[in-house]
Every structure is written in C-alpha cells, then in structure tokens.
C-alpha cells in the first residue's frame, strides 16, 4: 500500500514531466515531429496525473473516515 508521501512525490513528477513537455510543445524552434511527441506524451502523463489525483482524494477519504492508521509522532524541540 502507498503513503500518502509516495502519492504526492509521484504527482509532484507528474507535474515537473509536464512542465518540461509543455516547454518543449511551446518551443519555437521545436519542429513538427517534436511538437507532436510531446502532446502525446502530455496526454499520457495527464491521464496518470488525473489516476494519481483520484488515488490521492481516495487516500485522503480513507484516512478521514478512520479506514487508514496515520502515525503520530511525538512533537519535539530540540532547539
């Protein structure tokens, strides 16, 4: 089973492999080829952004609903 940690890092990847494809769809210089490959990619990686998404509120409901254990650490200063 995933951590809500684990869901959030590979959404948090998810968003940077879209911001580097956008970069490149947006490319002036980029050609036609190129410009297409990344909106294919774009398209995969929203489909898995909008699965990690669900996977998350799906997480969160669980853990509300007391269905999922979070540990508490005890909070302490050590300053």
Not at 5 to 19: A, E, M, P
Not at 37 to 46: E, G
């Amino acid at each position: 089973m995933e951590t809500f940690g684990d869901l959030v890092d590979k959404l948090t990847i998810c968003n940077i492999r879209l911001w580097h494809l956008e970069e490149i769809k947006h490319n002036a210089e980029a050609n036609d080829k190129t410009v297409a490959d990344a909106a294919r990619k774009i398209a995969i990686v929203n489909k898995q952004r909008n699965i990690l998404i669900d996977e998350i509120n799906s997480y969160l409901s669980r853990a509300i609903s007391g269905e999922i254990k979070t540990i508490e650490f005890p909070k302490m200063k050590l300053y």
